[in-house]
Every structure is written in C-alpha cells, then in structure tokens.
C-alpha cells in the first residue's frame, strides 16, 4: 500500500517559520501532483499550495501566497512546504496529498476529494 507521511510540525511563535515534509512509502506510483491543505479546528479542510510536476507549477490559496512555498521531487514522491511570516490563522493540522490518477490536476488542484492518497497530518501551531 501506497502511504504518506507528513512531518515538521510544531510550535511556533507567530513570525517564526517551519518546514514540512512529506514522503511517500510502500508500493512505487507516479503521480501527477502533490499539494498541502489545512484543516483548522472547527473550521472545513482548505486548500493551502499543491504543485504539477508537468512543468512544475505552483498554486497557493490567497492567504498564504508569498508566505508560503511548496517544492518537492516527483521521482520520490516528496513534497515539502516552507512557511515563513507564520499567522496564528495558520494553525491547523496540515495533510499532504498525491494524485496519482490526474482527478485532482483535471479539476484544478484545489479540491481535497480529488486526490486519491493522503498523509495523517502533522499539527502546526502558531502562538501570539
């Protein structure tokens, strides 16, 4: 089975960054694009960045561009998101996730029900 692991969450003070990391294991796949998304407590699941390895474009949620950068190496199926100037509005769990079956890139990227693997999620907090 295909498995995704998020990890580099923390605690951090708000101004301070943090950099995530999420890595593939199990059975070897390809995918299309990876992305990040948010869930704050009492909040929906939110779009943050996801990246088309195709060409490598990027994609950001308004609240977070220029904040936030997603990188990553399809070959290893391993995205990673920097997060600098972090805001209190950005606690959350982040999950990282991979569409391995082109649903997520033929919608536009920003819908979480189009990926077909997802991590656990790593819990970030931002105190102020």
């Known amino acids: 089975q295909v498995q995704l692991v998020e990890s580099g969450g923390g605690l951090v003070q708000a101004g301070g960054s943090l950099r995530l990391s999420c890595a593939a294991s199990?059975?070897?796949?390809?995918?299309?694009?990876m992305g990040w998304f948010r869930q704050a407590p009492g909040k929906e699941r939110e779009f943050v960045t996801a990246i088309r390895w195709s060409g490598g474009s990027t994609y950001y949620a308004d609240s977070v561009k220029g904040r936030f950068t997603i990188s990553g190496d399809s070959g290893k199926n391993t995205v990673y998101l920097q997060m600098n100037s972090l805001k209190s509005e950005d606690t959350a769990v982040y999950y990282c996730?991979?569409?391995?079956?082109?649903?997520?890139?033929?919608?536009?990227?920003?819908?979480?029900?189009?990926?077909?693997?997802w991590g656990q999620g790593t819990q970030v907090t931002v105190s102020s």
């Open positions: 996730a991979a569409d391995s079956l082109g649903s997520a890139v033929l919608t536009g990227l920003k819908q979480w029900d189009k990926y077909n693997y």
């Open positions: 199990g059975r070897t796949f390809s995918s299309y694009a």
